[in-house]
């Protein structure tokens, strides 16, 4: 089906683990948070392990633990178990719970309203921190056409919407998980105890069913301007090593006009701000802008 994994035999680990990475993250947000909200809720139950509690139920009984974030342009899932001697069953046993995440939620709609509060929770909680403040200042005072500009965490006050649409949020989910989330914009990596030809086994059985897509990344690399006999991606998208492996991040963004844009330019740079931090304290940040990697200066320059 596409999906790229690192298989990582280690017979005498005392923990095994596994970790997905989503190339989407709330640069993605439709409104603002989205990308988080859906993060919450692929841990509420699948069609195949309906109960909300059977993920952490079974890890817990495992010795193991489960966590996830949502960054700019990534969103990872990972969780941990402790293996029985001889034993290395309970690892398909969280593999085969962790794969429905992504073959099939329920995004159960009776479970929407206790999401939101956790993350609404998470965002009260993170504004008693001074440098949260200043980095959701930092990005408040970005250019408004790049997405570094949006809200990533969300709240209560920018998600409940969903709950007042035609659609209903469960169509919001089901949409970001369709366009995001799908194997070629997907990575895993997987260690256990077990022989690398029974890891690959035991994946196919369980991410195996993930449905195969497009073979080309969501975010891709973009060269405007290159150059020299280096084609861009429109002209060569067939042969780039984006393909078969991750695009580099921090590329180029554009407007709802197809221009570059980004983050910081000249009107937001050379600035100073200050601010009366929550806790009694003194420092000086000094940021500087660095072109993205794929900027047509910087691959000239290589």
Same mark, same amino acid.
């Given at each position: ?18 970790a997905l990475h989503v190339?989407?993250? @709330? ?10 909200? @859906? ?11 309906? #109960? ?31 293996? !029985? ?5 309970? *690892? ?6 962790? #794969? ?25 909680? !993170?504004?008693? #921190? ?46 970001? !998980? ?16 077990a022989s690398l030809d ?8 369980t991410f195996g069913n993930?449905?195969? #897509? ?18 861009? *991606?429109?002209?060569? @998208? ?65």
């Open positions: 089906n596409g999906l790229r994994a690192l298989l990582v035999s280690s017979p005498q680990t005392d923990v095994e683990a596994a190339q989407a993250g @709330h640069f993605d947000d439709l409104r603002p948070g989205l990308a988080h909200f @859906h993060e919450h809720m692929l841990f509420l139950g699948t069609q195949k392990y309906p #109960s909300s509690e059977e993920f952490e139920s079974y890890l817990s009984s495992n010795g193991g633990s489960s966590n996830a974030y949502t960054d700019m342009e990534d969103t990872n899932y990972y969780f941990s178990i402790t293996p !029985s001697q001889g034993d290395t069953s309970a *690892l398909f046993g969280a593999l085969d719970r962790f #794969s429905q995440f992504f073959i099939a939620p329920l995004f159960d709609t009776s479970m929407v309203e206790k999401e939101l509060r956790a993350i609404d929770s998470e965002y009260r909680n !993170s504004i008693t #921190s001074d440098s949260w403040r200043n980095y959701q200042l930092l990005k408040s005072a970005s250019n408004p056409q790049h997405p570094f500009h949006k809200f990533g965490c969300g709240n209560y006050e920018t998600l409940s919407p969903i709950l007042e649409g035609n659609r209903g949020p469960r169509e919001d989910l089901l949409d970001f !998980s369709k366009t995001y989330y799908k194997t070629n914009n997907m990575r895993l990596c997987v260690v256990g105890r029974v890891l690959q086994t035991t994946v196919e059985q993930l449905p195969c #897509s497009d073979p080309l990344q969501h975010r891709r690399r973009r060269r405007r301007g290159g150059g020299g006999n280096k084609p861009s *991606l429109e002209e060569d @998208h067939h042969h780039m090593p984006s393909i078969t492996e991750f695009p580099t991040e921090h590329g180029q963004y554009t407007n709802e006009r197809g221009e570059p844009v980004r983050a910081f330019d000249s009107h937001n740079l050379g600035m100073i701000r200050e601010t009366i931090p929550l806790l009694e304290s003194r420092s000086i940040k000094v940021a500087f802008a660095a072109p993205p990697l794929d900027d047509p200066l910087l691959q000239e320059s290589r």
